[in-house]
């Protein structure tokens, strides 16, 4: 893999059950570190909802091996904008993998 395509700092936040001051359980994203990525996009879509236009993008997002990420409950943070992690495809080394993302849908 080739440092110089990784040009995309990604925050990588899982989602975890915390407990408040009362024991109540939250969902709270959590930060895992942030990771050296290459970001491309691959389709954008447009859909009603509920009444309301919505827009939704796919990407393609390449960084190095890691075997703790899974498909539900991570996602990669950049600015503004999240990508929602659906598909996890390591290569056959383990040296990279692929993360199938969506933007601009909710979880």
């Not at 990525?37 to 954008?44: E, K, L, Q, T």
């Not at 600015?79 to 692929?98: E, F, H, Q």
Request: proline share 2%; hydrophobic share 40%; with cysteine.
């Amino acid at each position: 893999m080739q440092a110089g395509k990784l040009r995309h700092r990604l925050m990588l936040q899982k989602l975890e059950i915390i407990r408040d001051e009362i024991g109540q359980p939250i969902e709270s994203w959590v930060d895992k570190g942030y990771e050296a990525a290459s970001v491309v996009g691959i389709s954008g879509r447009e859909f009603v909802q509920s009444s309301a236009e919505h827009a939704g993008t796919t990407w393609r997002v390449t960084m190095r091996y890691r075997g703790d990420i899974g498909a539900g409950g991570w996602r990669l943070a950049e600015g503004a904008t999240l990508y929602n992690i659906k598909a996890v495809l390591p290569d056959n080394k383990r040296a990279s993998m692929t993360l199938m993302c969506e933007s601009g849908v909710l979880r």
